[in-house]
């Protein structure tokens, strides 16, 4: 029953960075692992990095990995993902979502429970 908020999109040049921001509400944030998934136009949903219940591990698409981080505050029920050198192909629309089951480091659409509305990134050349 968890809602999720994504903020901190918009318009960058490549080779830019933003960071994006997921405000959870509920209880039992701090229970399960978080992630971010990205969907260009015309595309399906892939996967772009998850964090664990406790932010000590984390798991990054190779296409980030190295220029993304995902990290957590939950005490504040909030997961971001700080995107730098971004490259045209990182457009698309970013959602945050939740693992439906507790205390799994979750990184396949199946297994996450609950979704953001998204934010847009746009990457210009």
């Known amino acids: 029953q968890v809602q999720l908020v994504e903020s901190g999109g918009g318009l960058v040049q490549a080779g830019g960075s933003l960071r994006l921001s997921c405000a959870a509400s509920g209880r039992t944030f701090s229970r399960y692992a978080m992630a971010w998934f990205r969907q260009a136009p015309g595309k399906e949903r892939e996967f772009v990095a998850t964090?664990?219940?406790?932010?000590?591990?984390?798991y990054y698409a190779d296409s980030v990995k190295g220029r993304f981080t995902i990290s957590r505050d939950n005490a504040k029920n909030a997961v971001y993902l700080q995107m730098n050198r971004l490259k045209p192909e990182a457009t698309g629309v970013y959602y945050c979502?939740?693992?439906?089951?507790?205390?799994?480091?979750?990184?396949?659409?199946?297994?996450?429970?609950?979704w953001g509305q998204g934010t847009q990134v746009t990457v210009s050349s």
């Open positions: 979502a939740q693992d439906a089951t507790p205390y799994r480091l979750g990184y396949s659409l199946d297994r996450f429970g609950s």
């Open positions: 964090i664990n219940w406790s932010g000590g591990n984390t």
